[in-house]
């Protein structure tokens, strides 16, 4: 029963817990923190706070804590007009009884309407024993359970059952149920390291109470770094092989934390590497560790939530289980290269890529030939290129991609390789599924091939989707365009490189977005799609360059919509122009060309140098015919910052034909002119950018 409250302070520590059953651990953050946002959400309306709320998270508790909570909110005054005062005394009563005020405590006041009555009240403020059983029941209805359970008899609904409820406001026991279960001031610790109840004092004494007499570490960020700390520890010399995900996994797993070290025969080591971590991480939970150059040693840690006297028994238990999953992984690695890559591709008729976008087949056939253009066009091995496409999809049909998907790619690689395939097939295979691509060791012949298959992966995805109307919105990317296009943007400075090195043109995007566009069936996609695709790899890249560079140096350079492999050394140029002190005075120039373009009806005609009357406009067009073959000299060599250099020399007679030079004069040929005369300087001035964007 709820203890008799008894005098105390008007603030004190809120303290609200849930004792469940096991909950998710992979969701067991975010139900914490969200039951902690949404309860004080609720509980902010009538209850201001000076802290902010802490929430705890264990594999069998919700809670969530805050300081200088009052027990009542102050009450508030308030006011409000009634009847007009001619309406007479029974009208005045009326309203003052609805108002529950004395009919001696009205006030008359002059409104445009009259003269009125006024009442004065005072709202109470809210009790927080009478509201919070409420706000906790529901925030708990909101919180985001992809999968609710029932227990009992009742018709209570959680992500796990419910066992125990504490609402405690200082010493006081808040009274209040919840799904049959009465608040109380006790829980229960650790499953197996204690026992019996644990009566907590007071709210504020919670999370000390519970580690000392539960053995239950209440916080998850001290739990997560008691755990790193402990792996750091054991792993000695050795590297851990850290996975954030994991950690937070094993954190929700646990409530008093206890590292072990275990070990695996070295036979195993002699498979795919990658194939021992994710059966060690994913099936087991486990850290691998390596050695210093990175080799997997033959040891994995493991967190417990047991402390044992003897650990050797659990450590052989967990040893026994990792042994059965290797040979598991054994066993499917030597099936698999019974069967070659080439032999399983046919078979890929029969895997749906997607209901309207054909098999895996139709899209292998679609890289194929995609990748073999962007071949020719970037320099690589169109046969290399278009035989690691054919390949590309075959290990989505072999036992050890089924058993882990994460290893799409890597395992085409090791089984592309047993076949005999060539280097460059073999690491083009390997390298399709990274977010990025990133080539450390400079530009090779295999790296270009790589990039052939990169590239048409993410383009037939982004043109195929998009055609069909698949177009990220919001936070909802179910097919990966956005990492889609960010992976076009790193082959495309990968290739920019390559070909400038070689001295060799630049290929653009949208030619391979339209010979993709091509490959799918005649009206299957939406008309404008490559525009579509287009635009989006530019947003993209805007995003991701505005993070580094000023925005309006970046949309100066995205705006004009360039080559993607010469966005970046642009967007530099640019950065570097900006800091000179010409570049304000061209770019407003530039701005008010633009202005005046944009206002003329007439279309750019030719000019003609005998109707350039004024020394100032002679002036201006006898710079802009010099430094035109320079800066189309230097933009031929990608020299974009030289190019703006050599622009930045004319700002002062650009100033001086604005001062001294009417352009739109009522002499219409020398108008037309003139216009003709800007719209050549617009074109010269915007060659690497629209530096009218820079203009404040």
């Known amino acids: 029963m709820p203890k008799k409250k008894t005098a105390g302070p008007a603030t004190d520590t809120l303290l609200v817990e849930l004792l469940t059953e096991e909950l998710p651990p992979k ?370 049909l072999t036992e050890m991609v089924g058993e882990f998907p994460e290893l799409q790619g890597v395992m085409g690689g090791y089984y592309a390789d047993h076949d005999h395939e060539e280097s460059a097939v073999v690491r083009a295979l390997a390298d399709q599924y990274k977010l990025r691509f990133e080539e450390d060791s400079g530009v090779t012949p295999e790296s270009l091939v790589s990039a052939c298959l990169y590239l048409a992966e993410r383009i037939d995805a982004l043109i195929g989707f998009f055609g069909i109307g698949e177009i990220p919105t919001g936070e909802k990317d179910p097919f990966g365009l956005r990492r889609a296009a960010l992976g076009v943007i790193s082959t495309f400075e990968l290739i920019g490189a390559a070909r400038q090195i070689a001295g060799k043109e630049i290929p653009d995007v949208r030619d391979f977005l339209m010979y993709a566009a091509s490959l799918f069936p005649a009206g299957l996609l939406a008309p404008k799609v490559v525009d579509q695709v287009h635009d989006f790899i530019l947003e993209r890249y805007w995003n991701y360059l505005a993070v580094g560079f000023p925005k309006d140096v970046v949309e100066a350079v995205i705006s004009q919509k360039p080559n993607l492999a010469e966005v970046n050394a642009r967007v530099q140029a640019v950065q570097s122009f900006r800091k000179l002190p010409e570049a304000e005075s061209l770019a407003s120039a530039n701005k008010r060309i633009r202005n005046i373009l944009k206002k003329s009806d007439a279309a750019p005609g030719g000019l003609d140098e005998a109707l350039l009357k004024e020394p100032t406009e002679q002036a201006l067009y006898e710079s802009v015919k010099k430094i035109e073959p320079q800066i189309e000299s230097n933009m031929l060599r990608r020299d974009y910052t030289e190019a703006l250099k050599i622009l930045a020399g004319i700002r002062g007679i650009v100033d001086k034909f604005f001062d001294d030079v009417l352009v739109n004069t009522e002499d219409m040929q020398l108008r037309a002119n003139r216009l003709a005369l800007l719209h050549r300087l617009n074109t010269l001035m915007n060659r690497v950018a629209d530096i009218s964007k820079l203009a404040t």
Request: with cysteine; net charge positive.
């Open 27 to 396: 969701a067991l953050q975010r139900l914490a923190e969200r039951f902690r946002d949404v309860l004080f959400a609720g509980l902010d309306l009538p209850f201001p706070h000076k802290h902010v709320p802490r929430c705890f998270a264990t594999p069998r508790r919700l809670a969530v804590l805050v300081q200088g909570v009052p027990e009542k909110k102050t009450d508030v005054p308030g006011k409000t007009s009634g009847p007009l005062v001619s309406a007479g005394v029974e009208a005045a009563k009326g309203f003052a009884k609805k108002w529950g005020v004395a009919v001696e405590s009205l006030e008359m006041i002059q409104t445009s309407d009259g003269e009125k009555w006024l009442a004065r009240y005072t709202t109470a403020g809210a009790v927080l024993d009478d509201i919070l059983a409420q706000k906790v029941e529901e925030a708990l209805k909101v919180l985001p359970i992809p999968k609710l359970m029932r227990w009992g008899n009742g018709e209570a609904q959680f992500a796990r059952p419910v066992h125990g409820l504490v609402m405690m406001h200082g010493k006081h026991v808040i009274p209040g149920k919840i799904w049959g279960l009465e608040s109380r001031n006790y829980t229960v610790g650790h499953r197996f390291l204690s026992s019996g109840k644990i009566e907590i004092p007071a709210a504020d004494q919670y999370e000390a109470v519970l580690e000392k007499k539960g053995s239950v570490i209440v916080s998850f960020a001290k739990r997560k770094e008691l755990i790193r700390a402990e792996l750091e520890k054991k792993s000695a010399s050795a590297k851990i092989i850290w996975d954030e995900a994991l950690l937070d996994e094993v954190t929700a797993l646990v409530e008093y934390p206890v590292v072990y070290s275990g070990s695996f025969s070295p036979e195993f080591l002699e498979w795919p590497q990658e194939c021992l971590i994710l059966s060690m991480q994913q099936h087991q939970r486990y850290f691998p560790i390596t050695y210093a150059g990175g080799r997997l040693m033959p040891r994995f840690l493991m967190v417990s939530n047991i402390r044992a006297a003897n650990s050797n028994n659990i450590i052989r238990g967990n040893e026994r289980v990792l042994h059965a999953r290797l040979s598991d992984a054994k066993f499917f690695y030597e099936q698999d290269r019974k069967t070659r890559l080439e032999a399983r591709v046919p078979r890929l008729a029969n895997v749906v890529y997607h209901n309207k976008l054909g098999s895996q087949l139709d899209r292998v056939e679609r890289i194929q030939l995609l990748a073999g253009k962007i071949a020719r066009e970037i320099g690589a091995d169109p046969l290399l290129a278009e035989r690691a496409a054919w390949l590309s999809k075959a290990d989505l």
